[in-house]
């Protein structure tokens, strides 16, 4: 199947964080393509890479970078696909610089930020399943099973906790 989604980072030591994304296209069955792309290292490369994912059948492109964490914007300055971004916490800021440089985009280039770090990796992949359900009902479908476990897991643990079973 073609992918849908770019999963892109800024650098090969960000593969640890951006794996959490595709566990969550994989658990969805959502096609998808990863790689390297940096905003500064590669910026002809990224700007090609961005410039052709409509073509290639690309609907959400997930950037995640960290320090100063210009891959989302980069990438959304340059294409009309949703942009999610995922500040990697990578810095002696612990990502600070990441969410901000993420999160503060100009009027009109929007980026969708999520989390610092895996937790926010989880949820780009979770916000871009949503994103893609909103045309396809057996995603959809999949979607409100998926949050169905959630709420059955929570009961699960706090009647485990109230038995003393954790």
Request: charged letters at 20%.
């Amino acid at each position: 199947m073609k992918p849908v989604v770019g999963i892109i980072m800024g650098s090969d030591s960000d593969l640890p964080v951006m794996q959490e994304t595709a566990k969550v296209l994989k658990q969805f069955e959502i096609p998808y393509e990863i790689g390297v792309y940096s905003a500064h290292r590669s910026p002809h490369r990224t700007l090609d890479y961005v410039k052709s994912a409509r073509e290639r059948g690309l609907k959400v492109i997930i950037a995640g970078a960290g320090s100063s964490a210009h891959l989302a914007g980069v990438t959304a300055a340059e294409t009309t696909l949703p942009v999610i971004g995922i500040p990697i916490d990578s810095s002696p800021l612990s990502g600070l610089d990441a969410l901000l440089s993420t999160v503060q985009m100009p009027p009109g280039v929007p980026v969708a930020t999520m989390g610092v770090g895996k937790s926010g990796a989880t949820n780009a992949g979770m916000f871009a399943v949503q994103i893609l359900a909103l045309n396809d009902e057996k995603l959809a479908r999949k979607l409100a099973e998926y949050k169905d476990q959630l709420e059955k897991s929570v009961a699960d643990k706090n009647k485990q906790v109230q038995q003393g079973q954790l």
